[in-house]
């Protein structure tokens, strides 16, 4: 599969179209998931946060095309957290609407990396976050919760789209394009 720059604009929208994935990860004791709340954001860090990120995620890539991420809300003393900062953040997700007949059965697979994120980037992804969950505005006390909790961003590496709306078995793959 050759990768392409964007995202299909079908996979974006099954992943707008839902509000949990289900985040698979790894750690000394073995495999484990969770279900975590998210929202889609474009990540569009300034140059030097953009450098930062490049470093985190290797100096002999350059930037995606493509900058969709997905940013959830998880405490660094869960499992999970603690499995995302000790290094390797690498994770396999889906997403899908409970309850669905097989013949109309939508979801997303995928698989990324995990980082904390902090100043900037954490603001911008707060906005989509908060833009998302709106109730969460909408009251002090959880806003306020919210607020001091700690944020990440998932980066897909890998998209699967199954849509049996579109015939049975039928997906659509989008692989994060790597520049040398």
Not at 6 to 16: E, G, K, N, V
Not at 17 to 36: F, I, K, N, R, S
Not at 93 to 122: I, M, Y
Request: hydrophobic share 35%; proline share 6%.
């Amino acid at each position: 599969m050759t990768p392409t720059e964007t995202l299909p604009p079908q996979i974006r929208a099954a992943l707008d179209a839902h509000t949990t994935l289900t985040l698979a990860y790894a750690d000394e004791d073995g495999p484990q998931a969770c279900a975590v709340l998210y929202a889609v954001a474009d990540r569009q860090p300034d140059a030097e946060q953009q450098s930062v990120a490049e470093q985190q995620r290797g100096a002999d890539r350059q930037p995606d095309a493509d900058t969709t991420t997905l940013v959830f809300v998880t405490s660094p003393h869960t499992r999970h957290g603690r499995a995302l900062l000790s290094g390797d953040a690498r994770v396999a997700f889906t997403a899908q609407r409970d309850g669905q007949e097989w013949t109309a059965l939508t979801g997303v697979q995928g698989r990324g990396t995990c980082h904390l994120l902090v100043g900037a980037e954490r603001a911008a992804a707060w906005r989509a976050y908060s833009a998302r969950f709106p109730y969460v505005e909408e009251s002090d006390r959880l806003r306020q919760a919210m607020e001091r909790a700690e944020l990440w961003e998932l980066r897909p590496t890998w998209l699967r789209l199954v849509d049996n709306g579109r015939g049975f078995g039928h997906k659509t793959e989008w692989p994060r394009p790597l520049s040398a």
